[in-house]
């Protein structure tokens, strides 16, 4: 088992920044396949960001694509998600997952693990 908790939600303006953090304990970080998903208000949960174990290649939805950078440090057992020039349709609870080996990591229902969330909510 492995457990995630995210940290890093907050209210930010339209253009601005955000790192999200994902804090992981229990099984070796490094086995994990590890993503970000959100949740927009009224809507299902969708993928947002995934990384390999080894923290790299990487892996990002069109709606984020050139604004949001994922990175892991598994000597800290963490990883971020670094949100840049931030849209209003970014509100969002933002969760972290996590699977030794999801088949296709665009869907949620392969991941075994998951964080409680961390609300975002960009307006002016």
């Known amino acids: 088992q492995v457990q995630l908790v995210e940290s890093g939600g907050r209210l930010v303006q339209p253009g601005g920044s955000l790192r999200l953090s994902c804090a992981a304990s229990g099984r070796t970080f490094s086995n994990y396949f590890t993503g970000w998903f959100r949740q927009l208000p009224g809507k299902e949960r969708e993928f947002v960001a995934a990384i390999r174990r080894s923290g790299g290649p990487t892996y990002y939805a069109d709606s984020v694509k050139g604004r949001f950078t994922i990175t892991r440090d598994n000597t800290k057992n963490t990883v971020y998600l670094q949100m840049d020039s931030l849209k209003s349709e970014d509100t969002a609870v933002y969760y972290c997952?996590?699977?030794?080996?999801?088949?296709?990591?665009?869907?949620?229902?392969?991941?075994?693990?998951w964080g409680q969330g961390t609300q975002v909510t960009v307006s002016s």
């Open positions: 997952a996590a699977d030794p080996n999801p088949t296709f990591y665009k869907i949620s229902s392969y991941y075994a693990y």
